[in-house]
């Protein structure tokens, strides 16, 4: 396989054995675009089209790596769109443990930046921003971890970080404004982190399983990248994580979960159709 950093595989699209495009979940007009484009090309050049599961191919790009995963592991996908855990035994055996119950991790990262007038992409740009901040300042909340189970919940930490915002703008002198958003970043930063590896420390312990593959955007922020791998050598056991362009929606991960299918002869014909939402459990089905 190519290394997908390179801008051309030397290829043409003839060389190609299929195509691979996203189906779902999403939101609906990028997937009616991309659809349209993949189902185009497919017709026109007579390849078959598989459509890919995107929580799926994030959870894929682990086997990017030189060094991959072995099944059985716990993987979690966690993006400005999704913060969930799951079991996987197998690229189409996928088991969710736990989800947000409302904001994702990356969302509410793009909205506490948006309150401390950082530009966007708002994670990495809060993350930066942390790295200057006091720890010991400001204590926020590790949101449900003070109950059993592995769902999550970053809505009211957001709102702690707005209102301390709030409280403490008025009681600063204007050359220290900097400051305290540096110091709320991190007490933001360090909750959010924290939070996520309490319940990967339970998600793994509840399946006796020794890997963590994490994926999506905010997985490569290295406050929790550091985090998990304490806490998997803690455990026993390692963490896996793909390269940090290969985190965040990227056409190699699509290509990968595709390339899975069509290995076990599986493909659809052009009348197959997006699908905004769909459970990770129906792929083991063909659903």
């Known amino acids: 396989m190519s290394d997908p950093s390179h801008s051309t595989a030397g290829i043409t699209l003839a060389d190609l054995d299929g195509l691979a495009v996203t189906q779902r979940p999403g939101l609906i007009g990028a997937l009616i675009i991309g659809m349209a484009a993949a189902k185009a090309l497919s017709y026109t050049l007579g390849k078959p089209l598989v459509g890919v599961h995107h929580l799926q191919a994030h959870i894929m790009a682990a086997f990017l790596l030189e060094t991959v995963p072995a099944f059985p592991f716990v993987a979690l996908v966690v993006s ?67 109950r059993p189970g592995l769902d999550f919940s970053f809505s009211g930490l957001k709102t702690f970080a707005l209102t301390t915002l709030q409280q403490q703008t008025g009681l600063v002198p204007p050359d220290q404004i900097d400051r305290l958003h540096a110091d709320i970043a991190r007490a933001f930063e360090e909750a959010v982190v924290d939070t996520l590896a309490i319940k990967c420390r339970r998600a793994v312990e509840q399946t006796g399983s020794r890997a963590l593959v994490m994926a999506g955007g905010v997985s490569a922020n290295r406050e929790l990248r550091n985090r998990v791998d304490r806490l998997m050598a803690e455990l026993g056991g390692r963490a896996y994580y793909p390269r940090a362009e290969l985190c965040t929606d990227n056409g190699a991960m699509i290509a990968y979960a595709g390339w899975q299918r069509l290995q076990t002869g599986q493909h659809e014909g052009l009348a197959f159709a997006i699908r905004p939402r769909w459970p990770m459990q129906e792929l083991a089905t063909g659903g």
């Not at 769109?81 to 079991?87: D, W």
């Not at 409302?102 to 921003?129: I, M």
């Not at 790295?131 to 003070?146: A, L, S, V």
């Open 80 to 146: 400005g769109g999704h913060t969930n855990l799951y079991r996987v035994d197998g690229f189409t055996e996928m088991t969710l443990l736990g989800r947000s119950r409302d904001d994702a991790a990356g969302e509410a990262f793009d909205k506490v930046a948006k309150l401390l007038g950082l530009g966007s992409p708002g994670g990495p740009a809060l993350a930066a921003l942390a790295k200057g901040g006091d720890p010991d300042r400001f204590r926020f909340p590790r949101p449900m971890t003070d």
